[in-house]
């Protein structure tokens, strides 16, 4: 009977996708509901979390009841994203990047917002990207690293299987790389794979793949990140499991 239940709870999110227009979304629904389900995950480090949607996603569609802990440098919209998480009290914001070190850097708005990003645009980016992945703006935003904030966040909220989620434009691995060893920590970790170039200096899906699974990280889903650009791909995500939790 669960089977089917099942089933039919699948079927109705597709439906209720579709009529939204996000049916490109549900693998990464289904993804991650089964991985944060299956690994107890209890706390969602949202990074770049832009007005909030990947952590309204999580709530709603992949019924995740833990804490989010959201990190958008953007003033402008995370004033959007503050007052979106104001009424869920699991729900954390900070107006910050999350990069390789402690400090302040200069972080460029782009003329869609959702691009925005501490790297600047390439300049071998396709053309469908150059006006709305350009700068309009360059704001000074706080940085830390993942490896000092972790154990205050811990102290504060007492998690102990947290996930990694990042959307920075451009920025994942020097996320990452501040993670240090703290990064074994983590439950999985969810990055953007970039195949074309939209960023100076942005890592590239094949050199992300192998820092990752030199430090203990293997794929467990891979999906579109956006209704994907025929006939070339630009960008996908992936989800990646600690092998800690998968030997045999």
Same mark, same amino acid.
């Given at each position: 009977?669960?089977?089917?239940?099942?089933?039919? !709870?699948?079927?109705?999110?597709?439906?209720?996708?579709?009529? !939204?227009?996000?049916?490109?979304?549900? *693998?990464?629904?289904?993804?991650?509901?089964?991985?944060?389900?299956?690994?107890?995950?209890? =706390?969602?480090?949202?990074?770049?979390?832009?007005?909030?949607?990947?952590?309204?996603?999580?709530?709603?569609? !992949?019924?995740?009841?833990?804490?989010?802990?959201?990190?958008?440098?953007?003033?402008?919209?995370?004033?959007?994203?503050?007052?979106?998480?104001?009424?869920?009290?699991?729900?954390?914001?900070?107006?910050?990047?999350?990069?390789?070190?402690?400090?302040?850097?200069?972080?460029?708005?782009?003329?869609?917002?959702?691009?925005?990003?501490?790297?600047?645009?390439?300049?071998?980016?396709?053309?469908?990207?150059?006006?709305?992945?350009?700068?309009?703006?360059?704001?000074?935003? *706080? =940085?830390?690293?993942?490896?000092?904030?972790? *154990?205050?966040?811990?102290?504060?909220?007492?998690?102990?299987?947290?996930?990694?989620?990042?959307?920075?434009?451009?920025?994942?691995?020097?996320? =990452?790389?501040? !993670?240090?060893?703290?990064?074994?920590?983590?439950?999985?970790?969810?990055?953007?794979?970039?195949?074309?170039?939209?960023?100076?200096?942005?890592?590239?899906?094949? +050199?992300?793949?192998?820092?990752?699974? +030199?430090?203990?990280? &293997?794929?467990?889903?891979?999906?579109?990140?956006?209704?994907?650009?025929? *006939?070339?791909?630009?960008?996908?995500?992936? &989800?990646?499991?600690?092998?800690?939790?998968?030997?045999?």
């Amino acid at each position: 009977m669960n089977r089917y239940v099942r089933e039919a !709870a699948d079927r109705l999110l597709a439906l209720r996708l579709a009529l !939204a227009g996000r049916v490109h979304q549900y *693998p990464e629904i289904q993804a991650l509901k089964r991985f944060l389900s299956g690994f107890k995950v209890d =706390c969602l480090f949202d990074v770049g979390a832009n007005r909030g949607q990947y952590a309204t996603m999580a709530r709603k569609d !992949a019924g995740y009841r833990g804490l989010i802990l959201s990190f958008e440098p953007n003033p402008a919209v995370f004033a959007e994203l503050q007052r979106r998480a104001a009424s869920d009290r699991h729900w954390h914001v900070f107006n910050m990047a999350l990069s390789d070190f402690d400090g302040t850097a200069d972080f460029n708005i782009m003329a869609a917002d959702q691009f925005s990003s501490l790297k600047a645009p390439s300049s071998a980016q396709d053309d469908i990207f150059a006006l709305r992945n350009k700068v309009t703006q360059t704001v000074a935003t *706080p =940085c830390r690293r993942l490896d000092t904030l972790l *154990p205050e966040m811990q102290a504060q909220h007492g998690f102990s299987r947290p996930f990694l989620k990042m959307d920075t434009q451009g920025h994942d691995l020097s996320v =990452c790389e501040g !993670a240090g060893a703290a990064l074994a920590q983590m439950t999985g970790v969810q990055t953007e794979l970039g195949v074309r170039p939209i960023y100076e200096g942005g890592t590239g899906y094949r +050199a992300m793949i192998e820092w990752l699974d +030199a430090r203990a990280f &293997i794929p467990s889903a891979f999906f579109a990140n956006n209704k994907g650009h025929f *006939p070339l791909l630009v960008e996908m995500d992936g &989800i990646f499991v600690n092998r800690a939790l998968v030997q045999d």
